[in-house]
């Protein structure tokens, strides 16, 4: 059973991503937002309101409650909603591998730190919903989203695997104890089982 990670190895979203950041927090310091994109960059498997908190309460040393939070979620997930809906930025060797697996009759799953809601439109948007068992997302966090899918399938653990592209994908793996395969960041070439440079052969 593969589980996919959404940014960066179906869709090529980090560009609009951080123009979402850039859009929602433009009245702050240029310094403190390009301090975020640091975090945010190195850290792409985290979703955006553990973002936005690191923001207010690392960078600018200030509380946020949940419902500033959560309207500074919504108001980025406005941008990408109006943004990521673009068939172009489909990463098309792992949509074709997507395609040649559900042909198969093989079980995939999304675990994003993309908002949930927000991701199963997006899916839809694009018609690549249909291909997945599951679509889950933020809040919750990916290590408790991989978790609840192993739960209820009740299946020995080394029939997953998780696909992504960052050191937070590969960390939520090594927790729940299944395979991990990295792709598009060559900085986890040495981490998890293989690294994929192509999924054909």
Not at 50 to 67: A, H, L, S
Request: hydrophobic share 35%; glycine share 8%.
């Amino acid at each position: 059973m593969i589980l996919w990670d959404f940014d960066g190895v179906i869709l090529d979203s980090m560009g609009v991503r951080d123009l979402g950041f850039e859009i929602v927090l433009k009245e702050y310091p240029n310094d403190q937002l390009d301090e975020l994109m640091k975090y945010h960059r190195a850290n792409g498997g985290l979703s955006r309101y553990v973002k936005f908190r690191y923001f207010f309460e690392t960078i600018r040393g200030e509380k946020i409650n949940d419902q500033q939070l959560n309207e500074l979620a919504q108001k980025f997930s406005e941008v990408m909603l109006h943004e990521l809906p673009n068939t172009d930025l489909i990463i098309s060797k792992s949509l074709a591998f997507i395609q040649e697996q559900h042909q198969k009759g093989k079980e995939q799953h999304i675990v994003s730190g993309s908002d949930q809601t927000e991701l199963r439109i997006l899916c839809e948007k694009l018609t690549i919903n249909h291909f997945f068992t599951t679509i889950q997302g933020s809040p919750t966090p990916k290590t408790e989203l991989i978790t609840g899918i192993l739960a209820e399938q009740a299946r020995p653990k080394d029939k997953f695997c998780l696909i992504g592209d960052s050191k937070n994908d590969y960390d939520a793996a090594q927790a729940n104890g299944i395979d991990f395969f990295g792709f598009n960041n060559v900085k986890l070439v040495s981490l998890g089982k293989r690294y994929i440079t192509r999924f054909d052969g």
